[in-house]
């Protein structure tokens, strides 16, 4: 016990649970040919059965959902938009909420390129690879790879357009991240 909570506090700990990386986009596993449902079912939402939900209010919708539904279908698994017929009373709520997480992106590169940062409008030269590492933030990343911290920001807006970031606070270690590289743009005479 006292080695798996070392273990865990070094972030090197063998459990898939402290190394869970959601991603919207894996496969949604359901099982076919089951009509009843169990209590286990019912706790953890297996079956075939369309589920009901009781009323709720948009803040009950989680942002991965959000992100699943806005998802175009060629990048999911079952190559088919992710419609459930059970939210189907929160279709417009979702594309509503996906709709403004996309004006919040153009909104925070407008932000940057009205303070001056001309790289919010451009795309970069060239991307490399990072896997996020235990402790990982977006500052001390782009301190680490873009030798200045003050380009997290830049960082976060390349990552959320590419689609491999939702979330500033939303970082898992081993997941991959793209840093931007950019090349300098020298003013014309």
Request: glycine share 8%; aromatic share 6%.
């Amino acid at each position: 016990m006292a080695s798996a909570i070392r273990e865990l506090a070094k972030g090197t700990s063998p459990s898939s649970t402290y190394s869970l990386q959601p991603d919207h986009r894996a496969q949604l596993f359901n099982q076919t040919g089951k009509s009843e449902w169990s209590i286990g079912d019912r706790l953890t939402g297996v079956g075939i059965r369309t589920r009901k939900f009781p009323a709720m209010d948009r803040r009950a919708l989680h942002g991965s959902l959000v992100r699943r539904f806005m998802t175009p279908a060629e990048q999911l698994p079952e190559k088919e938009d992710y419609r459930p017929a059970s939210l189907e009373h929160f279709w417009g709520t979702l594309a509503e909420m996906g709709a403004s997480a996309d004006n919040a992106l153009e909104t925070l590169g407008q932000k940057l390129a009205t303070a001056g940062d001309e790289r919010a409008l451009r795309a970069p030269a060239r991307v490399r690879s990072y896997v996020v590492q235990p402790g990982d933030t977006l500052r001390g990343i782009a301190a680490e790879q873009m030798k200045e911290a003050g380009s997290w920001q830049i960082l976060a807006l390349h990552n959320k357009n590419v689609g491999l970031l939702f979330e500033d606070d939303e970082l898992y270690a081993g997941a991959k991240l793209e840093i931007p590289e950019y090349e300098v743009v020298k003013p014309a005479v």
